[in-house]
């Protein structure tokens, strides 16, 4: 996660593996049933919408939001590439295609 404020200057950054691929959204905000990826990175108040890359530049997910458990650990969540892709159809009714 690279992240640059609005006059294009560095702003924060964060490294950080993928915990687990698959989750719902549903599990915390009743209704919304968007697939989630859980990371290791940080992410801060103001990141999100922010592209989470993986080491060769590939789109994984945006940055969504962070979470602190039962047990006090802070959890960081994004939504999928394919889910953002699929909304966007549905909406607009075209596929947006990335290369």
Do not use: H
């Amino acid at each position: 996660l690279y992240c640059i404020d609005p006059k294009g200057n560095y702003w924060y950054d964060s490294k950080g593996k993928i915990v687990t691929k698959d989750g719902t959204m549903s599990v915390y905000f009743e209704g919304y049933d968007y697939r989630l990826t859980q990371m290791s990175l940080d992410l801060i108040p103001g990141v999100s919408g922010s592209a989470v890359l993986d080491e060769y530049g590939n789109l994984i997910c945006m940055a969504t939001f962070y979470w602190r458990n039962g047990y006090n650990i802070k959890e960081n969540y994004g939504v999928k590439v394919d889910d953002i892709l699929n909304y966007y159809e549905l909406t607009f009714g075209e596929r947006l295609e990335y290369y």
